[in-house]
C-alpha cells in the first residue's frame, strides 16, 4: 500500500504582486547579489509547520479560520541580514495585529498539536539567499496592505522550489 508523502507546509502572509514587482525592481536595481527570490516566492513566514500529513489539512484550515485579527499596514523600511546570508526586508517596527496573529496562530498550531521553532518570529520578506555581504543602503520604504493570510505548501522542483497557495483567509476590517 502506497504512503502519501508529507506536506511541507507553512502559514505566510503573501506578498502582493504590484508590491512584490517594486520591490524586485529596486532589489534588482541594488547591488545585493546572491540568489534573488523569485517575484511569485515572496512572502512573510508567519509559521512553518515542516512536513504534515495530507490528513492534518482539515484541522489546519478550521484551526486558521478562528484567528481574528484586523487588517493592518506594514511597512518595510530596513534592509537587513538575517542568519548567515539572507538578505531580508524588515520593518523597524512590527505592528500589533501582525503580532497578534503569529500569536494566535502559533498559539492554536501548539494545541493542535504542532511543534513550531523555539526562535522567536521575526518579521521579514526574504529578497536574495546566499549573499556575501549587505551595500550599506537604506531601502525606500514599502508598504503593504495586509487584509489575508494563507497556508501554503512548499515544493521542490527542477527549476527550484515552489510555494504554493492551499487556502487563504481574510482578516477582520475594524470597526469604526
Known amino acids: 500500500m502506497p504512503t502519501e508523502l508529507p506536506l511541507r507546509l507553512f502559514f505566510a502572509l503573501k506578498c502582493p504582486s504590484d508590491l512584490g514587482e517594486a520591490v524586485c525592481n529596486w532589489r534588482d536595481s541594488q547591488e545585493i547579489g546572491g540568489r534573488p527570490v523569485a517575484l511569485a516566492n515572496l512572502h512573510m ?32 523600511d530596513q534592509l537587513q541580514m538575517i542568519g548567515k546570508d539572507f538578505a531580508c ?20 498550531l501548539s494545541t493542535h498539536g504542532v511543534v513550531l521553532d523555539a526562535r522567536p518570529f521575526l518579521p521579514h520578506v526574504t529578497l536574495s539567499r546566499r549573499v556575501q555581504a549587505l551595500p550599506d543602503l537604506q531601502p525606500r520604504p514599502f508598504q503593504w496592505s495586509v487584509d489575508r493570510f494563507g497556508l501554503f505548501r512548499s515544493d521542490s522542483t527542477p527549476r527550484g522550489v515552489l510555494y504554493n497557495e492551499l487556502a487563504s483567509w481574510s482578516l477582520a476590517n475594524p470597526r469604526h
Open 45 to 76: 513566514t508567519l509559521a512553518f509547520l515542516g512536513n504534515q500529513p495530507g490528513a492534518a489539512m482539515e484541522g489546519l484550515e478550521q484551526l486558521a479560520a478562528s484567528v481574528r485579527v484586523d487588517v493592518f499596514t506594514l511597512r518595510l
Open 89 to 108: 526586508l524588515t520593518p523597524s517596527h512590527s505592528p500589533s495585529p501582525l503580532n497578534q496573529l503569529v500569536e494566535q496562530l502559533h498559539a492554536a
